[in-house]
């Protein structure tokens, strides 16, 4: 295809991508950043619950305009709704649901991925880097959760590649990531690193291991994302 073609996804398709992959009865947690926009895009009639450690467990969408509750409130501290059977729970309770290990999938946003799965997804400002986000508590979700996905772009503004042989930024400690949705990519994270899924509109496998720093195989049953 020509290069007038190539559509990269916006953060609301990203997060429907990844919504689209999360499996009936799941337990999940949505990171800040475009992992909770999926909270728009979820099946709750699949029984997936959407759980957050500031103490929502059984959340769904984003609040309409004039239906807002002050205290209802997702990671990312934007209004959303519960779904009936919803709970609020202690802070201290909700960081005891993701340590006994039954959160299913816990979503985060990254800076960096590497082709082993480790990922950075925070920075002490002592690096001189403030405009990135602190720790959070991506290091209970990555110790307690089943998997660890990752929804981010894929590279910096600059168009620096964010997938990486290697991370420069912290690592986030804890259990690797195995899936990784970009605006350009679904990719697996397995033993042999990167494996491309999905590809967005125009892009073809060239195009996205040119801006891709680590070696990129390519599923048998490659296929468009479904935007």
Known sequence: MSAEAREPLNREQVAAVLAGRLERD??????????VLACDFVDL?????????????????????????????SPGMQYVVLQPGAAIVHHADAFGLIRSGRVDCSVLGAYEAAADGSFANWTPHA??????????????????????????????????????????LPVTGGRHASLVVTDLAVIEVGERGFELLEHAPGYSVEDIQAVTAAPLSVSPSLRPMPV
Not at 130 to 153: E, H, N, S, Y
């Open 26 to 35: 799941w337990i999940v947690n949505l990171g800040v950043g475009i992992p």
């Open 45 to 73: 009639d699949a029984g997936i619950v959407l759980s957050s450690e500031n103490g929502l467990i059984g959340y769904g969408w984003h609040a309409p305009h004039g239906h807002e509750d002050l205290d209802i409130v």
């Open 127 to 168: 690096d001189g880097r403030t405009d990135l986000g602190g720790v959070g508590g991506a290091m209970d979700l990555t110790q307690g959760a089943k998997r660890v996905w990752l929804a981010m772009f894929h590279t910096t503004p600059e168009g620096a590649p964010r997938l990486v042989e290697r991370c420069t």
